[in-house]
T-cell receptor
């Protein structure tokens, strides 16, 4: 069965520091992968997606993610974190289960940013 | 543009009461979804509708019903609320079916006492 694991429930970084959020997936075929961000009290917003091609994808707000098939990973990175990046981040993979395509979400990583 | 609008934003119910969460979109998207979000569990799909007039169960449909009233609106009904249904509910839309780039509403926080 398809699944997504985000090993870090909570991460704290200092403003200006680099960031990497981990995501591992389990999926038999070439996956469609996504990162969404949820600011407090808001719905989820798409940061970036990988469907095919270049394994390093650029997203909004200065984020990027790299697809590594050998490691079944799709880690999210940002070179310099801003206080406004404090939010919860969800990795997701498209999976086919129960007769339909669906997004399977990880449990999320909550990011706190120290000034 | 409003995008995806959910009402109400907050609701408190007593066990056994019924209520309907409303979702409306103005993006002319075909597919609509209802998710619930619980701490440490990410988002889980309750029901989805690939097009007007069709609805299908997701991962956690028990205790819920849905209605795709027209292309714009997709409602989620709790007939007899239970404390286990305390959650934040999100409606989402997708232009096609399978592209899986979702646009989310702001959420509806439901507490069942």
């Amino acid at each position: 069965a398809q699944s997504v694991t985000q090993p870090d429930i909570h991460i704290t970084v200092s403003e200006g520091a680099s960031l990497e959020l981990r995501c591992n997936y389990s999926y038999g075929a070439t996956p469609y992968l996504f990162w969404y961000v949820q600011s407090p009290g808001q719905g989820l917003q798409l940061l970036l997606k990988y469907f095919s091609g270049d394994t390093l994808v650029q997203g909004i707000k200065g984020f990027e993610a790299e697809f590594k098939r050998s490691q079944s990973s799709f880690n999210l990175r940002k070179p310099s974190v801003h206080w406004s990046d404090a939010a919860e981040y969800f990795c997701a993979v498209e999976g086919f289960s129960g007769g339909y395509n669906k997004l399977i979400f990880g449990a999320g990583t909550r990011l706190a940013v120290h000034p | 543009n409003a995008g995806v609008t959910q009402t109400p934003k907050f609701q408190v119910l007593k066990t056994g009461q019924s209520m309907t969460l409303q979702c409306a979109q103005d993006m002319n998207h075909n597919s609509m979804y209802w998710y619930r979000q619980d701490p440490g569990m990410g988002l889980r799909l309750i029901y989805y509708s690939a097009s007007e007039g069709t609805t299908d169960k997701g991962e956690v449909p028990n205790g819920y019903n849905v209605s795709r009233l027209n292309k714009r609106e997709f409602s989620l009904r709790l007939e007899s609320a239970a404390p286990s249904q305390t959650s934040v509910y999100f409606c989402a839309t997708e232009q096609g079916s399978g592209a899986n780039v979702l646009t989310f509403g702001a959420g509806s926080r439901l507490t069942v006492l």
